[in-house]
């Protein structure tokens, strides 16, 4: 792998995350899509990725299949992951690497370690500085030895020498003797050996003939017939290196393969992992470092102690809310550049200033629309027809009470861009995703859920299924029972679920936990804990305002 700059921690553009609510609707879902591309068209410099906090649900999905857009990735929390700050330049040595090379690329790299692979590009350990280091001082102790088999060609390459004799290919694993006394004390020789010599025409054909295992010539002596003769006689390699004897026999214990030297049991994460979860491991860890891997055991980073220090936030955008109940986990910890929504203004406290707009119309993905002409863009025909689809959902067709003619001047535009008739499209849209006959009273339940937090610290939270007919009302006992089992999962005050029957344009409340605050609100009698609300169609404008206000 090629280091194009060690010290810097990535080369992609910087994400930013453009995020709807937790249970996402289809405007939570289509304002992500449509802003997102809005953004990377004006800020090419970064990267803007539409996310989903939730699974989708059934008239979300259809939307998607219907314009061929892509589901936005499910972001399960915004805390800083290990991917986040992971260094992507780095080089890797294979197993195969001479020590000198290794050390040559940590030292370009400005890295204390150096990740060791195999032929395939698995990782298999990684060699460190702190074992280099360690290595060297203990050589300089004892008569050196090579850490394991190294090959001819390897020792040509570190000594910057040429192979005068005897197959590249052999590799020997024995002691390296340097001859700077008289021949008479160099003592019995292994195959496995390797002996340095300077220019003692006798010395070289002594130690041939004690049988070592490769000879090497230094300081760039002329070698002679007579020894090149007998080590081709013999098949003993011979090495010819420009440095002197000294620096020869130091430099051929680095000419060892790395993998010999490796921590073959590295700190290893992956690059989902949360960076609270690991910064201790990396710490303790002798080489203050871990290497991140793929599925496949590749190495795609690295995170050292540096990179534990002051780590950046994520980035992410708020679409339809701004409540912290309803945004993604870990969102304290991250940095909010925008929020755009047409709720109230919720919760969400940011620590730097914010552009923030907060514009009542029926749907956030009008507020996305605008801009897109503002800017004198055109969405492309997925992205216009998610935003389409988000209007028409969130105003019930331009029903709903929550209409402005903002929405319906958003609705004709898109219309045109996509050459579909908006109601008729709106029809198809409802119709095709209210049979919620298949689902549980769990699920209907769940699916579209947003939490609400009342002056009194306490939280409320509200459902809505959008249904053509009363057929649901005939399982009413069963989905009383799904929001009393939500309510003493969740610990809220109250739970309400809105069947709302967009046909004729009104909603019958299934209601759990604090009953009487509900029929407070409403001036209505909760018969079987069901409430009816004839024209009562959003949950924003005609709902939650009025539980929130009740006492």
């Known amino acids: 792998m090629t280091v194009s700059d060690p010290r810097s921690r990535h080369n992609r553009p910087e994400r930013v995350y453009v995020s709807g609510h937790r249970n996402p609707d289809t405007d939570s879902i289509g304002a992500a899509i449509g802003y997102a591309e809005l953004k990377a068209l004006l800020d090419p410099e970064r990267e803007y990725r539409p996310a989903r906090l939730g699974e989708l649900n059934a008239q979300t999905t259809w939307a998607l299949e219907r314009w061929g857009a892509e589901s936005p990735h499910l972001l399960v929390h915004i805390s800083v992951r290990a991917g986040d700050v992971m260094q992507e330049d780095f080089p890797v040595a294979s197993m195969d690497t001479p020590l000198r090379t290794a050390g040559q690329q940590m030292a370009a790299a400005s890295l204390d370690l150096l990740p060791v ?60 003797r340097v001859l700077a006394r008289d021949v008479a004390t160099f003592g019995p020789s292994s195959p496995a050996d390797v002996a340095v010599v300077g220019d003692r025409h006798d010395a070289q054909l002594r130690v041939l003939e004690l049988g070592i295992g490769v000879l090497v010539i230094s300081s760039g002596t002329a070698v002679p017939d007579a020894t090149l003769a007998l080590a081709r006689e013999r098949g003993t390699p011979v090495i010819s290196t420009p440095l002197d004897s000294y620096v020869a026999g130091r430099m051929i214990t680095l000419s060892c393969p790395c993998q010999a030297l490796a921590d073959c049991d590295p700190l290893t994460v992956r690059a989902r992992d949360l ?12 080489y203050r470092a871990a290497v991140v891997v793929n599925r496949e055991g590749h190495p795609i980073g690295l995170v050292t102690r540096a990179d534990l220090v002051d780590p950046p936030a994520r980035k992410v955008i708020l679409v339809d809310h701004a409540e912290s109940a309803q945004s993604i986990p870990g969102v304290e910890e991250a940095e909010i550049v925008e929020i755009l929504d047409h709720h109230h203004i919720g919760s969400i406290e940011t620590t730097l200033p914010v552009r923030a707009i907060f514009d009542p119309v029926g749907s956030t993905s009008t507020l996305v629309t605008e801009q897109f002409r503002a800017a004198s863009l055109t969405p492309s025909r997925e992205a216009a027809g998610m935003l389409l689809s988000a209007i028409l959902s969130d105003t019930v067709i331009l029903t709903s009470p929550t209409t402005t003619a903002r929405d319906a001047k958003a609705v004709r535009h898109l219309g045109e861009l996509l050459g579909v008739v908006p109601e008729e499209y709106g029809r198809e849209m409802f119709e095709s995703t209210s049979d919620v006959s298949g689902l549980s009273a769990e699920a209907i339940v769940g699916r579209d859920l947003k939490a609400y937090e009342l002056a ?37 005050r109250l739970v309400a679920l809105m069947v709302t029957d967009v046909a004729i344009g009104s909603t019958h409340l299934v209601v759990a ?22 024209g009562v169609m959003s949950r924003k404008k005609q709902v939650a305002p009025r539980l929130m206000k009740a006492r």
Not at 514 to 534: H, K, Q, T, Y
């Open 117 to 176: 692979v195999d032929a395939e590009g698995v990782l298999t350990g990684v060699l460190t500085e702190r074992s280099l280091a360690r290595r060297y001082v203990r050589d300089s102790h004892e008569v050196p030895q090579l850490l394991g088999p190294t090959s001819v060609a390897a020792m040509a390459t570190v000594l910057e020498g040429d192979i005068l004799a005897g197959p590249g290919d052999r590799r020997v694993d024995g002691r390296v």
């Open 275 to 286: 960076l609270n979860d690991i910064d201790e491991d990396i710490k303790d860890a002798s």
């Open 513 to 534: 936990g604090d009953v009487a605050l509900a029929e407070r609100a409403f001036g209505a009698s909760a018969n079987g804990g069901v409430i009816p609300l004839p």
């Open 456 to 492: 009194s610290g306490q939280t409320i939270c509200i459902g809505q299924v959008e249904t053509v007919g009363d057929s649901l009302l005939e399982r009413v006992g069963e989905l009383r029972e799904a929001t009393e089992a939500r309510l003493s999962l969740d610990g809220h």
